[in-house]
């Protein structure tokens, strides 16, 4: 059974930067294309940023584009969602996900298809 957990939300300045992390176990990471997700309150969970399977291609989403930068320690079993330049805007949840792939270059910004998510890690960025 896959399990996520992450870690490394808080309370941030506008301007400031963080860095979640998804500790993954019970499977092998590398056979899965891993996500980012975010809820903000009142708001419907909205997609954030994917990583490859073997991390060679990533998406974002248009909010957090060249702010944002997803990468992937295979080795060590994390992901991680590097956060820079972070406005009030970000606020949310921010939730992980995994989804099993046979296809080594598949990005997803699909939250159906992802079959696994974490419990979430609240980020919070203050004005």
């Known amino acids: 059974q896959v399990q996520l957990v992450e870690s490394g939300g808080g309370l941030v300045q506008a301007g400031g930067s963080l860095r979640l992390s998804c500790a993954f176990s019970?499977?092998?990471?590398?056979?899965?294309?891993m996500g980012w997700f975010r809820q903000a309150p009142g708001k419907e969970r909205e997609f954030a940023a994917a990583i490859s399977r073997s991390g060679g291609r990533t998406s974002y989403a248009d909010s957090v584009k060249g702010r944002f930068t997803i990468s992937r320690d295979n080795a060590g079993n994390t992901v991680y969602l590097q956060m820079n330049s972070l406005k009030p805007e970000d606020t949310a949840v921010y939730y992980c996900?995994?989804?099993?792939?046979?296809?080594?270059?598949?990005?997803?910004?699909?939250?159906?298809?992802?079959?696994?998510w974490g419990q979430g890690t609240q980020v919070t960025v203050s004005s």
């Open positions: 996900a995994g989804r099993l792939t046979y296809l080594s270059s598949s990005v997803s910004s699909t939250h159906g298809e992802y079959d696994y």
């Open positions: 019970g499977r092998t990471l590398s056979t899965y294309g």
